[in-house]
């Protein structure tokens, strides 16, 4: 690649975070140049660091693509998804996201809650959402994975879900206790409808 055309193939490029794989791979060069060359991008201000092994265009990159990159296998869920959809009303200025481990990091300003759920569940794509760079639960699979990490848990409005994709995807956790949870739940909201 000619000297030069290494940042403009970042800045063509459809994400806005980049893992030092991403650039490697983007660069199709696996020398000891690369980490001079982002150094070098870093400090004329042509790349941002956002924390070790993760780099955006520019400081105005997406924070959900971010929160599936620390950590992958990853999807946006939980508290996220529920509030944009207006099934929760409690606003949380985190970001939850489904991954293989559990933790909090704060990173430039913002924190990630990273929950743990089992890998066959993560890996599965029913319910998910592509959004380009990223991935992000519909609303029936975040409420479906807040009611496997949560024995109890309140929902302020059941109305904007699909309760048969929520039948549909349930059988992805195998837990017999959540099933009986998300019928009872179910119930008292037909009846509440009524």
């Known amino acids: 690649m000619k000297k030069g055309k290494y940042i403009s193939t970042i800045l063509r490029s459809k994400k806005t975070v980049f893992s030092f794989k991403d650039i490697v791979?983007?660069?199709?060069?696996?020398?000891?140049?690369?980490?001079?060359?982002?150094n070098y991008y870093i400090k004329d201000n042509s790349l941002y660091h956002i924390r070790r092994g993760l780099y955006a265009k520019d400081k105005?990159?997406?924070?959900?693509?971010?929160?599936t990159r620390i950590f992958t296998p990853a999807?946006?869920?939980f508290e996220t998804v529920l509030g944009q959809e207006g099934i929760t009303f409690q606003?949380?200025?985190q970001i939850f996201v489904a991954s293989y481990l559990s933790r909090e990091i704060k990173c430039d300003g913002q924190t990630y809650s990273f929950r743990k759920i089992k890998d066959k569940i993560l890996i599965n794509k029913i319910g998910l959402?592509?959004?380009?760079?990223?991935?992000?639960a519909s609303k029936e699979r975040a409420f479906l994975d807040v009611m496997y990490i949560n024995k109890d848990y309140y929902f302020d409005n059941l109305s904007p879900?699909?309760?048969?994709?929520v039948f549909e995807i349930l059988?992805?956790?195998?837990?017999?206790?959540m099933t009986k949870k998300?019928?009872?739940?179910?119930?008292?909201h037909k009846e509440g409808k009524r």
């Not at 959402?129 to 990223?134: D, I, M, P, Q, V």
Request: hydrophobic share 35%; proline share 2%; no cysteine.
């Open 25 to 38: 791979m983007l660069w199709r060069d696996s020398s000891n140049a690369v980490r001079v060359r982002i």
């Open 60 to 67: 105005n990159y997406d924070r959900f693509e971010l929160a």
């Open 75 to 77: 999807y946006v869920s």
């Open 91 to 93: 606003y949380y200025g």
């Open 129 to 136: 959402k592509n959004k380009g760079e990223y991935l992000t």
């Open 161 to 165: 879900l699909d309760w048969d994709k």
């Open 171 to 177: 059988p992805i956790y195998d837990n017999k206790r």
């Open 182 to 188: 998300v019928k009872e739940i179910f119930e008292r």
